[in-house]
Each structure stands twice: as structure tokens, then as C-alpha cells.
């Protein structure tokens, strides 16, 4: 028996998620809130210990040792917890021994909605200073640009010889093409041109570039909702974002591996602090290194890569793109599996 008859019921009956282990730290019994937490029926978790059932239990084995040697409650205020295959829990642990069973008494509570809502106040907060940042470099980059154009100019005349002015005109011609880069891609600050549009033409016009580039080495899978309906967004911008994550992840995997574009409908979503009833999401899935832990934190952040040749910019432009569309961009990152996220709100015409 494992404890009163008078608990389990109550516990049943409870919104939190309650998971209770035996002696030997095998599960043995969970309540319906549990069931519906982790989506892993009774059955398949009764007699198992919990490192069988779920991934990165490092911290939730801490917590259990810490409430054991104790033989007082612990809580573990920030756990992430691992469901296979890909997916992961933020949670709220308190490990509780139990006096008369010697059984363990584990409750848990989802803080991925208050974790969410600070990322995307934080993101907010950062793609603003990214565009402060941005707009300076560019101002500080045309600025020698053109110092660098006009002393070609002046250079070109000076020149005896024709053949020489095409070096000048090398010149010139870079500095002018220099100067569009840093005012498209350093400064984004025109408006969205806001049109109804297929996501999934975005995707595939993305596909094709890429496929183009990198023709034999590089494999990119659809697993496509095709009952999505059209959201209005910027299709060029749109394009750059997700461009930005697929070569990301071609460059990342240098070139050889597997890429998998996905889209999925999202109710109930909040996004930038707006409810919304649906909203599209779009994956980009890899089978590369991963991003170093280091840099999980900074990842948006300008002039930050993850690899030597890389300039980062492009994840920084991306989330740029994205917060112009009231949506949001995440990521889960470990060897051999990196997946990208952006979540678009679904608005008819008339907004």
C-alpha cells in the first residue's frame, strides 16, 4: 500500500502535478496532473526510476538528495526537464520526504509562461538597443566610405593612363555597394510593407536559394501544415529572416547535413504581450554541433557568432524582422539538434 487511502484521492484532485517515488526512487504513482504535464501516461511511468523516463535530471537528482540527507523539503525554483524526444520543461520542484512510508512526495509547476513572458520583454528591450547599435556602426561605416569614394575620384582624374581607372572604378563601385549594404541591412527602418502571403511560399523561395548554393551535401525536408491559412506580413523580410536560419545552420554544419523547415498552428499564444487566438509557427530544425552553451544567452546580440568567419548580424536582423511583425524568435540548442522558432500572430487584412 503505498499510503493512506485518504491522500491519493486528494491528490487527484489537485492542479499540481504530483509525482510520488518509492524507496528505491521509482515512481510510484503519479496524479492526473502529472499525466497531463509531461503527456506520459500512468502506465509507462509506474516501477521506473526517473532518469528512464525523462532527460537532464541532474538538477531534479540534486533536489531529491538535498530533501533526502536533510530529511526536509527542497526547492528547486529553476528546473529544466527533459521529455523525449526534443521537448523541455521549465518547472518549479519541492522535494518532500514522506515520514510514515519513507516515500518521496515530488510537485511541480510550470514557469514556462512567466519565463516566456521575460524573454520576450527582454527581447524587446534588446532588439531596440540592438537598432541603436546598428545605426551608429552604419553611420560610422558611410562615413569613411565616402571619404574612401571621393579620394578615388579625385584619384581617377589625376590618372594618365585609362586602364588605371579601372582599379579607381573598382573602387568607387565597392564603396557605393558598401554604402547600400549599411543602409538595407544595418538600418532596417522602414515599415513592414504589410500583404497577405503564403508562408509556405516564403519557405520554399528560401529552400530553392539554398538548395541552389549548396546542391549535393545539403538535405532540406518539408513537414509542412498545408491547412494554414495566409497571414499578412512583409514577404521580403519574411524571406531574409528565415534565409538568416537556414544558412545559419548550412554554415554551422559546413555545408553537409540535414535541415528540416516545419509550420504548425499555435492557439491561445501571447506574443509581445498581445493575446492572440492563433499564430503560425515556423521551425528550422538541424542535426549540426549545436550553439555553445556560452553564447545561449547572447546569440541575438550584434557582432556575435559562434563561428570565426562569421559577422553577427544575421540572427540579430532576424529577430529585428520578426519583432516588426509582433512575433517572437527562440531556440533550443544541443549537439545534433538545433531548432529555431518563430512564432507570427495570424491577423486578418482589415488589421
Known sequence: MLMSDTFLPTFEHLATAIILLDEESHVAYLNSAAENLFALGSKSLIGHPLQHIFTNTEQLATAIQHALTNNASYIEHHLT???????????RCTATPLQFNKHLLLEFHTIDRPLKLAREEQMLDQTQANRLLLRNLAHEIKNPLGGIRGAAQLLEYELEKPSMREYTQVVIQESDRLVSLMEKLLTPQHKPNFSSLNIHEVLERVRSVVLAEFPKNISIQRDYDISLPELMGDKEQLIQTILNLVCNATQSMQGHGNIVLRTRISRQITLMKKRHRLAVAVQV?????????????????????????GHGLGLTLAQDFVSQHEGSIGFDSEPGRTCFTVMLPLKSSEQ
Open 81 to 91: 526537464l527533459g521529455i523525449p524526444p526534443h521537448n523541455k520543461l521549465h518547472l
Open 285 to 309: 530544425i538541424d542535426n549540426g554541433p549545436g550553439i555553445p552553451t556560452h553564447l545561449h544567452d547572447k546569440i541575438f546580440y550584434p557582432l556575435v557568432s559562434g563561428r570565426d568567419n
